[in-house]
């Protein structure tokens, strides 16, 4: 399983769906890391356990990823 919280877990799949890799584990709090698949220096995000508000966390990896130079190509 991706992550516990169901608008985090959505917003991995869709970057997974966008050509992201999601890479489980990390060290303290960091539950992953969200890789572009085009290797853009500014294209990762790391995807923590406890956020402190789920659903504005996953509007920013829906951004990050919209925003992406490859994924717009």
């Known amino acids: ?8 877990r959505e917003a991995i799949e ?3 769906s966008c050509g992201w890799r ?3 584990g990390g060290k303290s709090h960091k539950k992953g890391t969200l890789f572009c698949q085009y ?3 500014g294209c990762k995000y ?3 356990g406890t956020p ?3 659903e504005i ?3 920013r990896i829906r951004r ?4 992406c130079p490859g994924v717009n190509q």
């Open 1 to 8: 399983m991706a992550h516990q919280n169901k608008h985090i």
């Open 14 to 16: 869709y970057a997974e």
């Open 22 to 24: 999601y890479e489980e």
């Open 39 to 41: 290797g853009h220096p």
């Open 46 to 48: 790391f995807v923590y």
């Open 52 to 54: 402190r508000t789920p």
């Open 57 to 59: 966390t996953a509007q």
């Open 64 to 67: 990050i990823i919209d925003h």
